[in-house]
């Protein structure tokens, strides 16, 4: 075993493999004990899942708290890839509103991740008029985001949702439960 010590690695400045330094397959580079993983590969992933049933009839965003989910990112220019599963309950004629939020401690701020109408949902789901209707379902979406804020503070995620006519709707009602899963990805 030796030890090379090397300040710059600098890749040929010509040809198909010009500015590259280039590590074999099956290698990995060891920096300071941590992994430096290639572009598009995950580096890290946190999960939330949860059972416990939520209720709303209120027609302003509520927290389901039991959905939170935190995420120290270890590199500021990585993506993050959310992917959500949310168990829901609505009847009649609602709309339920379910939106993605996260929150940075340098803005001290909730925030909805996405605004694609103006019922301000991530997702909407609806049912026909009928009277005595009831639908339940799993919902699944997901985004793929910047890291927010510095780069380098923890980041935290959760659903919010509502209702549209002050009726009572449900997150995970007789169901698998729901989840939120970040990954971070290399760039």
Known sequence: MSTLQVENLIGPTSGSNANKVIIPSGQTLDASNGFVAPAGHVIQTVKSKWYGYQDTNNTSYVSVDDSLVNITPKYANSQLLLRYSIHYFVRNSQLHGIAPYFYIPSTNNWSVL??????????????????????????????????????????????????????????????????????????
């Open 114 to 187: 996405t605004s694609q109408s103006t019922f301000n949902e991530g997702a909407r789901v609806a049912n026909d008029s009928q009277s005595s209707f009831i639908m339940w379902s799993t919902l699944s979406f997901e985004h793929l985001i910047s890291v927010p804020g510095t780069g380098t503070e923890q980041v935290s995620f959760k659903v919010y949702h509502k209702s549209s006519d002050g009726q009572s709707v449900r997150i995970n009602d007789n169901g698998p439960g729901s989840s939120i899963t970040v990954q971070e990805i290399a760039q």
